[in-house]
């Protein structure tokens, strides 16, 4: 069971990192006009999907692990929505924007199973 749940998390940590990576150079293209604007925004949010994710799991108790858990999953909506904007703007072709949604869907997915349900 430990071995599934730590090639989960691999897996995941993996996506992710191709997710910020991805918002990288994707954004390269971006307007210069938006180098301070969504450009960063999106950039920052795509980092914050992972640094909080592996900053969750370097964190001793569970709550203070699933708090974080859950700003990586706020993060990774915040750019989903970001994606979506660019898309509308004309700074992303429809390419990009398919590949970092299924991208992001993917890994919304995942990270959301690994949130326990709070009652």
């Not at 210069?32 to 450009?39: A, D, H, N, P």
Request: aromatic letters at 12%.
């Amino acid at each position: 069971m430990e071995q599934n749940n730590n090639e989960y998390h691999k897996k995941l940590k993996c996506l992710m990192d191709n997710y910020a990576h991805l918002m990288y150079k994707v954004t390269r293209s971006f307007p210069r006009e938006e180098l301070f604007g969504v450009t960063s925004q999106l950039r920052r949010s795509a980092l914050s999907v992972i640094l909080n994710y592996i900053e969750g799991y370097a964190r001793i108790g569970e709550k203070s692990k699933n708090n974080f858990l859950k700003i990586s999953y706020g993060s990774l909506k915040e750019s989903k929505y970001l994606l979506h904007f660019s898309l509308v703007e004309g700074f992303l072709n429809k390419e990009d924007y398919k590949i970092g949604l299924a991208l992001a869907d993917e890994i919304g997915a995942m990270l959301w199973k690994s949130i326990p349900n709070e009652k």
